[in-house]
């Protein structure tokens, strides 16, 4: 067996193998080339001795022995020669124990030839002796350069194969052994580093997985490898990051079972946490309801109607802020026109209200106004907004802007009381600045403008008396005296007024006097005339409509939303559940106390704010 057939023989088993195959240098008939003198004693003649010479016979023993082991020497390596070309016929028939046999014998004559090591790691490798395999290799390594990088490939995936056996034996300990050198070899191998990222998961060493997965990740986009971050995403908790991975899977490979299936668990369940989010909001244990919604956000983010659902609960709660942030991602996610879409913007806007009255009740007024501002700009047609930020502007001072946020509201709702009762609070302001600035024609004017709008409040009559008494119009001041007592007998700046108007003369006679008589039966008229409700400033009955947010189907969502449009959807208005105006109201006849409240004229809405300071709305 030459050469050539030797090399052509490895050439076929290495690639079969898997691995490549470079011209190796396996002849034995090198052997006999490398002979030097030393080849005459191949004939067959006797020997005769040599002439003895007159030098010293010690050199001459010297060198006869270095022939002999010269000799020896190349006997050793033909026949290690013939012994491998013997072992390499036998390899053609796949007796590859006696070819081992053959190498092993080839080896203790002549151990310093890599490619029998080679040929015996071959041998090895087939027999399924794979230390053995790899000691020949790191062998055969050790010896030789000239081959080095196609034996290093061999090596590499013999240690990969070994590994992959050691797995399937559940050794993980050694299989992740076996491939670590593999990658010794060849790091840059996308298969061995897969594998290696199997043997770490099998050993539960999850974080260093997750790692090696994300650094591949950044190099290859292969969907088996989204799918294996997706579930070491799941095993830690982060729901969110395993939904994106997987659809990121799918995006790769739409017929990928495994991402499917991962997307079929995260969607059931996610509504089985909103189911028991329902259950929870229905039984009033709202901070339950969020923890499990949330649950179902984090596991699917792409359904809008999660979204929305956590931020009723939110804005139920008080928790405005978050409650926005909600809203505002629940927009992203769906169309203008779509019903969802039109659900999260009411949502919106009213918590932009909510949170106004809020900050308004602790004296926020600025930035009450800024988040009304933020809810008119996405509903323009709600008279409660332009009401509740009309209230703020008036608390600071801007009666003006209050004015108009009050005629917009009205112009909404013609006939709204509660509107037109906060108009007439402006115009009584404007009158109490300009008596103030003791400009009594123009306070006058601005006292029967108020009148006008709500004519049923003792203490616009008696700031209207005063600015006529100080202009000394008093028959005109007796007569607005005597409308307000016939609405409060009991105001105090009546009482002092009267002392004026009326010298050496009690409240009773004043009012059954016969010429006070034609003026309160006109104000008894007035007030049989009009509905006694009217009195009160109460929380606007404007009621938004509002679908369900999810499946229409579901009775206990249904149920729930039914009591939360019942409950909260109503637009909150500032001045909600506060006593009659004619009850308490400023006192202009206190020059020194109307310089003193200037910017808050209403004594009894700054003690029901107070009051609200300490027990905030709900």
Known sequence: MDELEINDYLRRALESAGGQFSELSVSYHDQEEEADDGTAFLTDRPLTPKAESNEPNEPVQVQNRDSVENRLKQIKSQKAARLVGEACEVMKVNNFLEAHAKLSKAIKMRDDNANYYMLRGECCLQLCEFKESIINYNHALYLTLESGNEWE?????????YSQILYDEHNYDGALEHINFALHFRAERFSYQCRKIAYLYALKQHKTCLELVENLLKNY???????LRARLNKLFGHITKCFYDVHKA?????SNLQAAKIV????????????VAV????????????????????????????????????????QYDEAIDDFMKALTKKTEDSKTYQDALRQLVLTYNDFAVECYTKGYFEEAISLLDQAIKRERNEKGFYMNRGDSFRMIGYLSFALADYQQALELDPHDWVIISRISLVHHQYGIKEYTNKRYADAEKCFTTAITCNAKIAQYYISRAWSRFMQKHLPASRADLLRAMYLDSSIEEGVMLAARLYPNQNIDSILSAKSSQKILNQMKELVAGESSTQDQVVLSSNTLAHEPLADENIAQYSTWMEKYKANNNDVRVMLENRPS??????????HQKVNQQQNTTCAWMKKYFDSKSANPVS
Do not use: M, W
């Open 153 to 161: 490939e061999r090596l590499a995936y013999i240690h990969y194969l």
């Open 221 to 227: 986009e292969e969907a088996e490898l989204y799918v």
């Open 250 to 254: 799918l995006e790769l490979d739409a």
């Open 264 to 275: 079929e668990e995260l969607n059931k369940s996610a509504e089985e946490c909103r189911s």
């Open 279 to 318: 259950n929870q909001a229905l039984s009033g244990n709202l901070a339950e309801a969020i923890n499990k919604i949330t649950v179902s956000i984090d596991t699917n983010p792409t359904v809008a109607e999660y979204t929305v659902f956590r931020g009723t609960l939110l804005r139920q709660q008080g």
């Open 581 to 590: 105006l004619r009850q308490k109201v400023p006192k202009i006849i206190s």
